[in-house]
């Protein structure tokens, strides 16, 4: 979903919210235009920072290794922390 329509769900699930209160009587038709004006500000914020959140923890060190080593093409990464494998012996060219 693109933000329009975020914006839309919650501006029609928080219009459905202040009828119901206004039906109820706790507050007035004037405060629920306030209240939904208020929800749709906030929502909008909230669907504006998600997606730079999601980017920020999603192109992390750890996150874009682990997507590599989960792919199926026969890639691995390393990650800078893991111990090397021992070697007991140098390469020799000789041997092969």
């Known amino acids: 979903m693109n933000q329009d329509q975020w914006n839309s ?8 919210i202040g009828g119901i209160a206004v039906t109820k009587g ?3 038709a004037a405060d629920s235009a306030v209240l939904v004006t208020a929800v749709v500000t906030l929502g909008g914020a ?3 920072v998600g997606p730079a959140v999601w980017g920020i ?3 992390s060190h750890a996150a874009m290794i682990q997507s590599v080593n989960a792919a199926d093409n026969g ?3 390393v990650a800078a922390t893991a111990n090397a494998a021992q070697v007991d012996a140098p390469i020799s ?3 092969k």
């Open 57 to 59: 923890l999603s192109r």
């Open 9 to 16: 769900l919650i501006r029609s699930v928080a219009i459905f």
């Open 75 to 77: 890639v691995k990464v």
């Open 93 to 95: 060219t000789a041997n």
């Open 26 to 28: 706790y507050f007035s």
């Open 46 to 48: 909230v669907v504006s």
